[in-house]
């Protein structure tokens, strides 16, 4: 399974995991990959680690022990309810590397912060850690001792004219279909100017254009027709200001 894009931030992360030097934080701002990239390296990492996904930051620290032992204990047919200590000599007997894979860390509690901060010191947990680009301050601010210990902060970018191009092959290519099918190269770079090259908006954009052509019957799709996307999510904008003017009126 290739991960299309963010090819060098990929292997500066495969490379901190293989020799097991510390955590890692990945910041970028909405729509840049974060999730997609924990959940690519939560599949592929398999035969290395006990790679564990958390989609959201748990409110309770026991939440994260119960997701963990479960995983574990599957695996030594001891489940049952742990408790913070039980939990730390289960991961520690545990003959496997675990990676936590952490989204959304921009959201963590208080609470949850100083849990992690207990996690991060067991010797075979690694923390994989990915947020908005305030995540960074929040968990120097508030975790000084677990951000010490984070060996590489990345920040996921835009990706190239020839990534969003290989972006949109992939997309094609999992729906059946080959090439670039109905997209022009002119489309293609339109849509790269559209999106500023981030990975949730050329997706966006390719959606919502293929389903235009698809109710007018259309085959092939240039940059007039992404040009038209353009323009729709202009007119929308317009609107929504239209109404927020009018709401404001109808109040005053």
């Known amino acids: ?89 289960l991961c520690k007997k545990y003959k496997r590397n675990i990676l936590l894979l952490l989204d959304e860390a921009h959201e963590f509690k208080e609470e949850f912060e100083q849990f992690l901060r207990t996690l991060g010191d067991l010797p075979n947990i690694y923390l994989l850690m990915a947020g908005l680009p305030q995540a960074r301050e929040k968990l120097k601010r508030d975790l000084p001792a677990l951000f010490d210990r984070i060996v590489e902060s990345i920040l996921l970018g835009s990706l190239t004219q020839e990534e969003t191009k290989e972006l949109i092959l992939k997309r094609i290519v999992n729906a059946g279909g080959k090439g670039l099918g109905p997209f022009s190269a002119s489309a293609v770079d339109k849509i790269y100017d559209l999106s500023y090259g981030i990975p949730r908006g050329i997706l966006k954009i390719c959606d919502w254009v293929v389903t235009q052509a698809m109710r007018a019957n259309k085959t092939y799709i240039d940059d007039k027709d992404i040009n038209a996307y353009s323009e729709e999510v202009e007119a929308a904008k317009l609107q929504d200001f239209k109404n927020i003017k009018k709401e404001k009126t109808s109040h005053g």
């Open 1 to 89: 399974d290739v991960y299309t894009g963010h090819q060098t931030e990929i292997s500066i992360i495969i490379e901190k995991l293989n020799i097991l030097s510390g955590h890692i934080l990945v910041i970028g701002g909405l729509g840049t990959g974060k999730t997609t990239l924990l959940q690519w390296l939560e599949k592929n990492l398999k035969d290395k680690f006990e790679t564990i996904y958390i989609l959201r930051p748990p409110v309770r620290p026991d939440e994260l022990i119960d997701l963990i032992s479960a995983t574990i204990a599957k695996k030594t047919n001891q489940t049952r309810k742990y408790s913070v200590y039980e939990f730390q000599e």
